[in-house]
Structures are given as C-alpha cells and as structure tokens.
C-alpha cells in the first residue's frame, strides 16, 4: 500500500499588529502597540494639536499567496486617530495559496476614527481575502475608505485570472449598517451592467453621523475626472459614496475631495491631510 503524501505545507508571513488610542493631557496617544512579523508603525504625528497621525508600514513592500496580515486598532473615549499608509499595498500572483489581510477596527463611544490607507492592487494570478470589519459603539464616528484596483491598470492588466473576495462590515452597537461584499473569480465580475463594467478600479467610502444636508454638499460640491462613475447616498446617517475608475489616481482624489468636505461638517475641524500623501 502507497502512503498519500501529506500536503505541502502554506508558507508566508504571518503578521500582526495591534494598536491602541486613548485620549491624555489634551490629545490622543498612542498607548498601546504590540506587533508580531512584519507589521509596523512610525512615531505618531501631531501636524494639527490633538488628532494622533499614524502611517502603517509593511517593510516586505508587497503580500504573496500564504501571507496572513491582520491589523487590529482600538480608539478609546475621546481619542481621535487617522490612519493611512506611504504606499499602495501590492498583492502578487499566487500559485495556489490565499493571501489573508484582515482590518478589525473598533471605535469606543466619543472617539474618532479616520481609515484612509493606500488603495490596494491586486495582480493578475492574485488570490486574496481581503476584510475590513468596523465596530462601532453609540457615539463613534468614523470616516473611512477603500479603494482596490484589480489588476494593474497602467500596464493594461486586469484580474482575468486569480481571485479577489473583498468584504467590508460596519456594525455599531453590534447592529449592522453595511455589509459590502464583492468576489472576483477569473475575471467573472470585470465587466457587465451587474458588474463592474470593465473599469478595473473599485472604491467605496463611508461616514458616519451624516444627515441629508451633508448627503448634498457632496453631490453639489465635489466633482471626479472625466471617466470616472460616481454616486453617493444615505443609508440612515451613514453617507456611502462609491466609485469605478480606469486608474487609481482619480478614485483616490475623489474620496479626498469628499473627506476634505465632510471633515468640517462631520467632525468640526478643517482638512489636513497626511504629509506622506505630498511625498
């Protein structure tokens, strides 16, 4: 009799990083942070008094099929932290294992939080599972995007082959508000009125504590590049705005230019956005 031989065993980085917010002396610090693998933070920033500025580095510069990433922050009562990356997030091709990047960020009730990473790009041949889950109690606010180019755009690659489940959840006082979930699989999606209609770039951005009024100013206010498909809505007072591009850029200066008007109306003080998105 012929033993079957064991499976190869997945490897990969196996990263964590853990971060806590909590407000002190008259600003938020950052008091907790522990990491395993290669997951890190620079030292906070203050470009704007109390709001703790914090960059997410992954130093390996890119994740592979067998990689398990999982970030998870806290904001205390009262803290307000913003949180984005130097880069985009590369996600390469893989030959059979999952990649694995999974956001878990809760928001205790008085607190802030602003999730404005990098958007992501997926290879063709990439096979990821990409979640964000949000956990909101009574009185968070939070303002947050993601954008996920599936393909290469600028080389004219799209994601006809691999696959991409992409998922993001927000829930507050354990009652859902958004559950968003979109699969890729060898291209089935890319194209289509049901789909995404060829446009390789996908992006959604949420706010909390919005009413109709802000629901308009958006609409009036904010504008995208030729090309680009754009929508905004209400869904009780979370304003979702989502777009489609050709390449990321647009997709990225649309959600900044609603951020930039919402910041003010939603949180009461004026846009100021990260340095290392000017370097």
């Known amino acids: 009799m012929t033993r079957a031989s064991p499976e190869p065993a997945v490897c990969g980085w196996n990263a964590r990083i853990t971060l806590g917010f909590v407000a002190r002396t008259g600003r938020t610090l950052l008091a907790k942070r522990s990491r395993h693998g290669p997951l890190a933070v620079q030292r906070p920033f203050y470009p704007e008094g109390a709001p703790c500025h914090c960059y997410l580095l992954h130093p390996p510069g890119g994740v592979v099929g067998g990689d398990v990433l999982e970030i ?3 904001v205390g009562a ?3 932290a913003l949180l984005t990356m130097p880069g985009a997030t590369k996600l390469y091709r893989s030959t059979g294992p999952l990649a694995r990047q999974t956001q878990r960020l809760h928001v205790a009730a008085g607190g802030v939080l602003e999730w404005l990473p990098q958007e992501n790009i997926l290879f063709a041949g990439t096979r990821a599972r990409l979640a964000t889950q949000v956990e909101l109690e009574p009185g968070a606010r939070f303002i947050g995007w993601e954008v996920h180019a599936l393909g290469r755009p600028a080389n004219g690659e799209r994601l006809e082959t691999g696959v991409a489940d992409l998922s993001l959840a927000i829930h507050r006082a354990n009652r859902p508000l958004l559950l968003d979930r979109l ?3 060898e291209g ?3 194209d289509g009125p049901a789909g995404l209609r060829g446009y390789p770039v996908t992006g959604t951005l949420v706010a909390t504590s919005a009413n109709t009024d802000d629901l308009v100013a958006v609409r009036e206010q904010c504008t995208a590049d030729p ?3 754009w929508g905004v809505t209400l869904l009780d007072d979370l304003l979702v705005a989502r777009c489609l591009a ?3 850029e647009p997709a990225r200066r649309l959600f900044a230019a609603v951020w930039g008007l919402l910041r003010p109306r939603l949180l009461s003080i004026p846009p100021c956005p990260p340095r290392i998105w000017g370097t």
């Open 183 to 185: 699969r890729i699989a």
């Open 72 to 74: 998870e922050v806290t």
């Open 78 to 80: 009262g803290a307000h």
């Open 246 to 248: 050709h390449y990321g």
């Open 227 to 229: 090309g680009v498909l």
């Open 188 to 190: 089935d999606g890319l």
